[in-house]
């Protein structure tokens, strides 16, 4: 079986541009769960997914979101980067929602705002 | 708000010997799950075991195992007979019903040849 799949691995942007991540989970797995990891802040989680519904979410400003789509691949943006937003982005999906599955990462995607 | 910590920045060991990382964590709720992952070099976060709260016995997988101390909030990460392929970050992490994953800062671990 296909593990966690994310695209684009690597990204550059400057600040005041937009980006969107992609991330397709394990077939079957309807929980995709998105995270921010930084030197500084460590892992942080950003939100989550379950059947096309947003089910947490961590403590970011409104400039990032996501969406699930009916296949279960999920997309996360941020609008307006700024240089703070440099990190490594990591999905994480499951069976079901919350702790209750193990939740698999993908390779992660790493952002670097210039 | 739950809090995890994580006290050891960075750890050494021997290959073949045993290590323990360290974590506390903050909470009041009864009733939740504690994890430790694995983040090896340029490579994808892997579960290494989970407890759930409600179960006194501590969890083992292989060469894994934990110490869970409810009372003192404490759960470390027992590694036996430490491997190369060992050599990670390793996070703990914290989460319960209607809430979101907390992740400590992380241990990096080296095992030494």
């Known amino acids: 079986k296909a593990g966690v799949t994310q695209t684009p691995r690597y990204l550059i942007k400057t600040r005041g541009q937009q980006v969107t991540l992609s991330c397709s989970p394990i077939?079957?797995?309807?929980?995709v769960s998105w995270y921010q990891q930084t030197p500084g802040q460590g892992l942080q989680f950003l939100f989550e997914?379950?059947?096309?519904?947003?089910?947490n979410k961590g403590n970011f400003p409104g400039r990032f979101s996501g969406r699930q789509f009916s296949n279960s691949r999920s997309e996360m943006n941020v609008s307006t980067l700024e240089l703070g937003d440099s990190a490594l982005y990591l999905c994480?999906?499951?069976?079901?929602?919350?702790?209750?599955?193990?939740?698999?990462f993908g390779p992660g995607t790493r952002l670097t705002v210039l | 708000a739950q809090t995890v910590t994580q006290s050891q920045p960075e750890m050494s060991v021997q290959e073949a010997e045993t290590v323990t990382l360290s974590c506390t964590y903050d909470t009041s709720e009864s009733n939740y799950y504690l994890f430790w992952y694995k983040q090896p070099p340029s490579r994808q976060m892997i579960l290494v075991i989970r407890q759930e709260a409600y179960k006194q016995q501590n969890a083992t997988e292989n060469r894994f195992s934990v110490n869970f101390q409810k009372a003192a909030k404490s759960f470390s990460l027992k590694i036996s007979d430490s491997q190369l392929g060992d050599t990670a970050m390793y996070f703990c992490a914290f989460w319960n019903y209607g809430q979101n994953f907390v992740f400590g800062p992380g241990t990096r671990l080296s095992v030494l040849p």
């Open positions: 994480a999906s499951s069976l079901r929602s919350g702790a209750l599955d193990t939740q698999y």
């Open positions: 077939s079957g797995h309807r929980s």
């Open positions: 997914y379950f059947s096309e519904t947003q089910r």
